[in-house]
């Protein structure tokens, strides 16, 4: 089923909170719903905004969004160790946990909390705590607006990377994710390895998937502000892979610097910007309604009416800051229009 709203304003569909209009919003299911949106021809600007909770709106969007609202979640196979699931993109990811987790299903327990829906999750591949979506999902199902067929395409084909995927390029502006086929198992297979999560489990009594579901859920909720208190998206900005001589050339001068190995690149290191703009004195900054957040420098906020505009300045000066300290660049994570 399709609803339309035009002229909406768009503070509601933001975890920013930001108070811009779009021409039109489209609420989509299926496929079909797709087909027929763009049967009277594609508009000149359209984009997918689903949770809204990695975008900042800097102006109106003058063109039209489409979110996605199907909620279904089908058991495709259910064989030995494997469990296969087929989700709507409009499942709220982190339901999409609590339901894995209630029914004994190990693989995506480290993702909770994190806010959005399951459809945006291949995006970005969404990750945390030592996992990413991209280590549960196996296909990913899309309308084609080109062509107005729908397609599925195999993980392997989607080029899933750090906070990459093929979806932020290739096929930018071509798709829109319609549901997301993933792999879960029955076996244990408990990934404690990250910062502080094998304390919190052991804390609470062992490596069950409800305790570490909590645990998690209590790491995120003592450094993350809460989108429904506090405007923000999560880490505004990708933690910088630069390379090695880069990393020794930093880790030498500050010794006690976080540095992490690039998945499958030899040559380069993976720094943390939280802690790079944290040293750079930029926590806890504020200017006006928009500010670093105080415990954990990867997140701007919005403290009550600022405008994405006033965000973006911010956003411009930690970079800078960065820079200026460190001599690295940090890229934006959140989609900036
Ligand atoms: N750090 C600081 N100061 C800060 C923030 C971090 O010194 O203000 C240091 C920490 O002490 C630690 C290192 O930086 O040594 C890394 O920090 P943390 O483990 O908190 O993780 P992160 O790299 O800051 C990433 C993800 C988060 C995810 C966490 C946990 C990115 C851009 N962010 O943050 O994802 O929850 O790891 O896995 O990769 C998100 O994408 O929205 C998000 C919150």
């Given at each position: 089923m399709i609803r339309e709203f035009h002229h909406i304003d768009l503070r509601d569909r933001n975890s920013f909170g930001v108070a811009q209009h779009a021409r039109r919003l489209v609420e989509f299911e299926t496929a079909d719903d797709l087909r027929a949106i763009f049967a009277a021809g594609v508009p000149d600007r359209w984009t997918v905004l689903s949770g809204g909770n990695n975008i900042l709106f800097t102006q109106d969007y003058d063109g039209v969004l489409l979110t996605p609202v199907a909620r279904g979640i089908e058991l495709l196979a259910d064989e030995g160790d494997e469990v296969r699931l087929r989700v709507e993109a409009g499942v709220e990811w982190d339901d999409l946990v609590a339901w894995a987790v209630e029914r004994g299903l190990?693989?995506?327990?480290?993702?909770?909390?994190?806010?959005?829906?399951a459809g945006a999750?291949?995006?970005?591949?969404i990750g945390a705590y030592g996992c990413e979506a991209s280590d549960a999902i196996r296909r990913v199902e899309m309308f084609c607006v080109g062509t107005g067929n729908r397609l599925t395409l195999d993980a392997a084909h989607c080029a899933f990377g750090y906070r990459e995927s093929v979806f932020k390029h290739e096929l930018r502006g071509k798709v829109v994710i319609t549901a997301i086929e993933i792999a879960l198992h029955r076996t244990p297979r408990p990934?404690?390895?990250?910062?502080d999560v094998e304390r919190e489990v052991e804390a609470r009594g062992g490596a069950t998937l409800r305790n570490i579901r909590e645990a998690i859920c209590a790491i995120r909720r003592a450094k993350l502000p809460d989108p429904k208190v506090l405007g923000n998206a999560g880490s505004f900005f990708k933690n910088p892979v630069v390379e090695q001589a880069v990393a020794d050339r930093l880790r030498a001068e500050f010794p006690d610097m976080p540095l992490y190995p690039a998945a499958g690149q030899a040559d380069r290191a993976k720094l943390a910007a939280g802690w790079l703009i944290d040293r750079a004195g930029m926590k806890g900054y504020r200017e006006g309604s928009v500010g670093v957040h105080e415990r954990q420098a990867l997140v701007l906020v919005n403290?009550?009416?600022?405008?994405g505009g006033e965000v973006l300045v911010l956003a411009r000066k930690v970079q800078q800051r960065v820079r200026e300290r460190f001599g690295v660049e940090i890229d934006t994570e959140v989609n900036i229009l």
């Amino acid at each position: 089923m399709i609803r339309e709203f035009h002229h909406i304003d768009l503070r509601d569909r933001n975890s920013f909170g930001v108070a811009q209009h779009a021409r039109r919003l489209v609420e989509f299911e299926t496929a079909d719903d797709l087909r027929a949106i763009f049967a009277a021809g594609v508009p000149d600007r359209w984009t997918v905004l689903s949770g809204g909770n990695n975008i900042l709106f800097t102006q109106d969007y003058d063109g039209v969004l489409l979110t996605p609202v199907a909620r279904g979640i089908e058991l495709l196979a259910d064989e030995g160790d494997e469990v296969r699931l087929r989700v709507e993109a409009g499942v709220e990811w982190d339901d999409l946990v609590a339901w894995a987790v209630e029914r004994g299903l190990w693989g995506i327990e480290n993702l909770s909390l994190i806010p959005g829906k399951a459809g945006a999750a291949p995006v970005q591949n969404i990750g945390a705590y030592g996992c990413e979506a991209s280590d549960a999902i196996r296909r990913v199902e899309m309308f084609c607006v080109g062509t107005g067929n729908r397609l599925t395409l195999d993980a392997a084909h989607c080029a899933f990377g750090y906070r990459e995927s093929v979806f932020k390029h290739e096929l930018r502006g071509k798709v829109v994710i319609t549901a997301i086929e993933i792999a879960l198992h029955r076996t244990p297979r408990p990934r404690l390895g990250y910062g502080d999560v094998e304390r919190e489990v052991e804390a609470r009594g062992g490596a069950t998937l409800r305790n570490i579901r909590e645990a998690i859920c209590a790491i995120r909720r003592a450094k993350l502000p809460d989108p429904k208190v506090l405007g923000n998206a999560g880490s505004f900005f990708k933690n910088p892979v630069v390379e090695q001589a880069v990393a020794d050339r930093l880790r030498a001068e500050f010794p006690d610097m976080p540095l992490y190995p690039a998945a499958g690149q030899a040559d380069r290191a993976k720094l943390a910007a939280g802690w790079l703009i944290d040293r750079a004195g930029m926590k806890g900054y504020r200017e006006g309604s928009v500010g670093v957040h105080e415990r954990q420098a990867l997140v701007l906020v919005n403290f009550g009416g600022a405008t994405g505009g006033e965000v973006l300045v911010l956003a411009r000066k930690v970079q800078q800051r960065v820079r200026e300290r460190f001599g690295v660049e940090i890229d934006t994570e959140v989609n900036i229009l």
